[in-house]
């Protein structure tokens, strides 16, 4: 049976109850991850736990645990579940306290974790995204559970019949509603620098290494809006999606609007790595 974490317990997860005063439910006061999980085998677990520390302490709270104390509840989370591709995912807030936005107030955190199977729809024949201006706030790289805007931004691209939203600030692309993003012009690939306006993916980070390990001329720069529009192909990137090839943006085909020859290369490779990491 699948089992959760929280706060020192195993449990099933209809057995686990949040306080209603905890200050990620009254205030979203809290940061998260998605970590993958292929072969039952946690995937980049130490870029995951870092991208933890640093959200938790851009909020002024403290990572809970050390490495083999993660990953000794990932490993219960992941054999209590019957699937070998899973996503776990884990969430820390602030804690309870009365509603006040005084972060002092709070002194312990609520940890939760649980792993899930992923399903994930063939996007191997490309996907439609939308683009809209970024509605979010200053500070993208935090992952935080302060999810309204990316979860509007998804709700419109799925009215427009899109599976992503790809946003604008300044005229520049700063990544995806739930995803980073990547064009390739005269075989050369271009994806955003790393900001405050961008979450700093693991996938990406995984992509650009097995890239420059492969000889792929990678740039990473500023890109506008235009550059996006003209590009010969457009990936988007995450820990549940891996690269998925974007080929219709709003009403405009990318490129022919067929899956481009350097995704099929890319993918294949990050397959291939996928392989050795997990499977070996
Ligand atoms: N989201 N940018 C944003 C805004 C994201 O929410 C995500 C992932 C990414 C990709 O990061 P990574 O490669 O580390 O998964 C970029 C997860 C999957 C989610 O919120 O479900």
């Known amino acids: 049976m ?7 317990e195993f449990k099933p997860i209809a057995e686990a109850n949040i306080n ?19 072969n039952r085998v946690v995937f980049r677990i130490d870029e995951h736990l870092k991208r933890l520390k640093n ?21 219960q989370l992941v054999a209590s579940v019957d699937a070998n591709e899973q996503s776990i995912y884990l969430q820390i807030t602030r804690g309870i306290s009365e509603r006040e936005h005084d972060i002092s107030l709070a002194n312990s955190p609520t940890i939760f974790a649980m792993s899930r199977p992923i399903k994930n729809a063939d996007f191997s024949k490309g996907i439609k995204a939308i683009t809209h201006n970024d509605i979010r706030w200053d500070y993208c790289h ?20 899109a599976k992503e939203a790809i946003l604008i600030k300044d005229g520049n692309v700063t990544e995806g ?13 271009y994806t955003t620098p790393e900001t405050n306006d961008v979450l700093p993916g693991v996938t990406r980070s995984v992509i650009l290494g097995l890239l420059k390990d492969n000889k792929f001329n990678v740039v990473e720069k500023t890109i506008s809006e235009q550059e996006l ?11 549940t999606w891996e690269i998925v090839p ?35």
């Not at 959200?55 to 490993?75: T, V, Y």
């Not at 935090?142 to 019949?161: E, N, Y």
């Open 229 to 239: 529009f003209d590009a010969d192909e457009v990936w988007v990137s995450s820990s």
């Open 2 to 8: 699948q089992l959760v974490y929280l706060n020192g």
């Open 20 to 38: 209603v005063l905890d200050r990620g439910f009254t205030f979203g006061d809290g940061v998260y991850e998605v970590i993958p999980v292929f």
């Open 177 to 189: 509603a739930a995803s980073n993003v990547f064009i390739i012009k005269d075989n050369v690939v």
């Open 246 to 280: 974007v080929t219709q943006l709003n009403d405009n085909k990318i490129a022919d609007g067929q899956v481009g020859r350097l995704w099929q290369q890319v993918y294949d490779i990050y397959q291939q790595f996928k392989q050795c990491y997990c499977y070996s």
């Open 55 to 75: 959200s938790l302490n851009a909020i002024f709270m403290e990572m809970p645990f050390n490495k083999d104390e993660w990953q000794e509840i990932f490993q």
């Open 142 to 161: 935090i992952k935080a559970i302060t999810l309204l805007p990316s979860v509007l931004l998804r709700h419109l691209a799925k009215q427009h019949g």
